[in-house]
């Protein structure tokens, strides 16, 4: 079967998933892409009042950007930073209303699981012949629907945004989590319009990345509006490594780093920064939730908190294609072949540093089965929008019949 007859399945409506449509629809290939959330950038929504360390000129891929003119908009460019709301609505909605996307786009159908028709996971391993039987995909709708279609090429561009990390220690969620993730918040909160859920209250705030420090920030802020409101904040290392770059080319980087830094060091009375310590337990005590700690000495401290925000990171979803045969990283849960090459090649480097390593490092032992995007690096942080679209073209490189 030639390329030009291979249907390509594409999963996820966000900067990898559009950007892998534009290049399907520049092929003339046949493709189809799903999307679980009502529109684009679902995901990227959800912390869309969030302004992003990189500028427009780094957000809009060169493919997006021509796209985006040749049908008449008017593509933002310059040093400025985008929210991710803005981001979404406008560069990754217009996309998706192009005459040549829209059509080929199913939003509200989420893909519960990918699998190979007529062959189960063990079946056919190392040989050709898994790549004579097309992948069968189980997709639902709001409705509660079931129904599967078939594709010739999957494209898992699905992202790191569906499963949070846990709290506890080492990774697994903490006694008594689970039952509170009513109450547990995992993404930045939106402190200017919630700000009456927040403010006055006594909030423990869990995680050390950027995330975390966005918060600390806002809610530093909040806390000098409503003097009553105090941030407890827990890092699991006792020196959490800050380090701002001399002439940061991501100045909004700098700055937020800068002002965590201050926080971290008394620069608020309204924020307590306890580090070494992990999430030893939870219990819910009426409306408040008591938190144990334990420090590495084994010593434990208890707090009862209003609220609880736990941005502890995220990696991407394995369960869609457990039923394939996709050889994961034991320590980062990306695709073996790219997480060897990112280590070799020092993957800890600053995030603008990164390249595609190279369309061989994006294959699996599943034939034609492909996982772009953030969820390509698993739990590294240092992915950037730009290797996405990199690791786009040079899939579509490769199908290039």
Not at 43 to 49: A, V
Not at 148 to 164: F, H, K, R, S, W
Not at 384 to 396: A, H, I, N, T, Y
Request: charged residues 20%; hydrophobic residues 40%.
């Amino acid at each position: 079967m030639s390329s030009k007859s291979r249907h390509i399945a594409i999963i996820g409506a966000g900067p990898t998933g559009l950007e892998a449509t534009l290049a399907a629809a520049e092929a003339g290939l046949p493709f189809t892409l799903y999307e679980a959330g009502p529109t684009t950038g679902a995901f990227m929504r959800m912390w869309g009042h969030v302004r992003l360390f990189s500028p427009w000129d780094l957000d809009v891929s060169p493919r997006a950007r021509k796209a985006l003119a040749a049908a008449g908009h008017d593509v933002p460019s310059g040093d400025a930073c985008p929210t991710g709301a803005e981001l979404a609505d406008t560069i990754l909605e217009p996309l998706a209303k192009l005459p040549a996307l829209e059509e080929h786009i199913r939003f509200r159908t989420p893909v519960l699981a990918v699998s190979r028709q007529g062959l189960l996971k063990s079946e056919e391993i190392g040989t050709e012949g898994r790549s004579q039987h097309p992948f069968r995909l189980l997709l639902t709708d709001s409705q509660g629907r079931e129904w599967t279609e078939q594709a010739e090429i999957v494209l898992d561009c699905t992202g790191n945004y569906a499963t949070p990390n846990a709290l506890g220690d080492g990774g697994i969620p903490a006694p008594g989590e689970e039952s509170l993730d009513d109450v547990i918040v995992r993404w930045v909160p939106n402190f200017a319009i919630q700000e009456s859920m927040w403010a006055g209250k006594e909030i423990l705030l869990v995680g050390a990345g950027h995330s975390a420090q966005t918060a600390v920030v806002e809610l530093a802020r909040l806390a000098e509006r409503h003097p009553g409101t105090r941030i407890l904040w827990a890092v699991r290392r006792h020196e959490p490594t800050w380090e701002v770059q001399e002439d940061d080319p991501l100045p909004e980087r700098a700055r937020l780093i800068r002002a965590a830094q201050a926080l971290a060091t008394g620069g608020s009375v309204a924020v307590e920064m306890v580090t070494g310590v992990v999430v030893d337990s939870l219990e819910r005590k009426g409306d408040r939730v008591g938190v144990t700690f334990r420090d590495r000495q084994g010593e434990h401290r208890s707090v009862e908190v209003d609220r609880v925000v736990s941005l502890t990171g995220f990696v991407g979803d394995p369960q869609l294609y457990r039923q394939l045969q996709v050889h994961e990283c034991y320590a980062t849960c990306g695709p073996m072949k790219l997480a060897a090459s990112l280590l070799a090649s020092d993957s800890d480097a600053d995030c603008l540093t990164q390249t595609s390593q190279g369309v061989e490092t994006l294959t699996n032992p599943e034939p034609d089965f492909f996982i772009l995007g953030s969820k390509s690096y698993g739990s590294n942080s240092s992915f950037l929008m730009r290797v996405g679209w990199q690791q786009v073209d040079e899939v579509f490189g490769w199908l290039a019949p």
